[in-house]
């Protein structure tokens, strides 16, 4: 079992900065992806950016050149930061945790970014 547990997010004005960390507990595998989903209301759970343990990164189009995805050195922790957000970033954030290979598998409890004037 792999504990999530999410920090950040709030209400920003378009334009303006925010940032996410997570950090990870438990059984962690060596190789393993750590990052980041969002989702709306009625729409699926989207991917914005994911780490490997090998320093592979990936990002969706939308935050490409916005959103910068880090891992400390210890790799169990986890941070987004989004520049330039705008209103169609808001959404509630997920931390996501998973072996190389498999599929998403743990998930942190969500925090809410807000991007409004």
């Known amino acids: 079992q792999v504990q999530l547990v999410e920090s950040g997010g709030g209400l920003v004005e378009p334009g303006g900065s925010l940032s996410l960390s997570c950090s990870a507990s438990?059984?962690?595998?060596?190789?393993?992806?750590m990052g980041w989903y969002r989702q709306t209301p009625g729409k699926e759970r989207e991917m914005v950016a994911i780490k490997t343990s090998g320093a592979w990164t990936k990002y969706v189009d939308s935050v490409k050149g916005r959103f910068t995805i880090s891992r400390e050195s210890g790799w169990n922790t986890v941070y987004l930061q989004m520049n330039s957000l705008q209103p169609e970033d808001t959404a509630v954030y997920y931390c996501t945790f998973y072996a190389i290979g498999g599929a998403p598998q743990y998930w942190g409890q969500g925090t809410q970014v807000t991007v409004s004037s």
């Open positions: 438990g059984s962690i595998p060596g190789d393993n992806v």
